[in-house]
């Protein structure tokens, strides 16, 4: 299960950092990402993480503006987005699926990498909205 928080309302220019919390599963072993949906139904990524390198993919929208990261102890990903703008909006999704499973004799790995897009991913928190105005 995956829980978001941290989406409220704040002016144009503003901060706010998302949170997402894992139970079940530890995101240590996952690939992780961040969506986002829009009032009309789009979803686009806004932040896709590899797991074995940390290497993260940011749409031109984001880049720059924000970044992703995680707790690995606290087992909880993060999105930190600064200078929000209006275009903004929306509900975001924290999103992560299986790289790795756990063996007694070490990882076997399911996936090394996906696409950073939603279809390939299996786990979904319920999401929280972040409102943006001018």
């Known amino acids: 299960q995956l829980v978001e928080s941290g989406g409220k309302s704040v002016q144009a220019g503003g901060s706010l950092r998302l949170s997402c919390v894992a139970s079940g599963f530890a995101f240590a072993d996952y690939h992780i990402a961040w969506f986002r949906e829009f009032s009309g139904g789009v979803r686009e990524a806004v932040s896709c993480?590899?797991?074995?390198?940390?290497?993260?993919y940011y749409p031109d929208s984001v880049k720059g503006r924000f970044t992703l990261s995680s707790d690995n102890a606290k087992n909880t990903v993060y999105l930190q987005m600064n200078n929000l703008s209006p275009e903004d909006t929306a509900i975001y999704y924290c999103?992560?699926?299986?790289?790795?499973?756990?063996?007694?004799?070490?990882?076997?790995?399911?996936?090394?990498?996906?696409?950073?897009?939603?279809?390939?991913?299996?786990?979904w928190g319920r999401g929280t909205q972040v409102t943006v105005s001018s």
């Open positions: 993480r590899r797991r074995n390198d940390y290497t993260t």
């Open positions: 999103a992560a699926v299986p790289a790795v499973t756990r063996r007694p004799t070490g990882f076997r790995t399911i996936a090394p990498d996906v696409p950073c897009h939603s279809i390939h991913y299996s786990n």
